[in-house]
């Protein structure tokens, strides 16, 4: 699966600011028995934004198990 995403920058501290963008998986259908995440993050910390002003510095990943009508479901989240 390839997932391509635009965040909003916030630069009112420019050029001072630290940006966040996350990303959340999950599914409503499949319950964490039927459907688990195995998150990997395969990153190129030195990709050429194309502007020296911007570099991602952190990337991480987790997983959070939350419950819905007794049964427990998967979320996974990638955030910068």
Do not use: R, W
């Not at 920058?9 to 259908?29: A, E, G, K, R």
């Not at 028995?33 to 195995?38: L, V």
């Not at 991480?60 to 990638?78: P, T």
């Amino acid at each position: 699966m390839v997932a391509t995403t635009v965040c909003d920058l916030h630069l009112d501290d420019f050029p001072f600011d630290n940006q966040t963008c996350s990303l959340d998986f999950n599914s409503f259908l499949l319950n964490n028995k039927e459907q688990t995440f195995d998150p990997q993050i395969i990153a190129d910390y030195n990709y050429d934004m194309g502007n020296s002003e911007f570099k991602v510095i952190s990337l991480y990943a987790y997983i959070q198990l939350y419950d819905q009508a007794n049964e427990q479901f998967e979320m996974v989240s990638f955030k910068k």
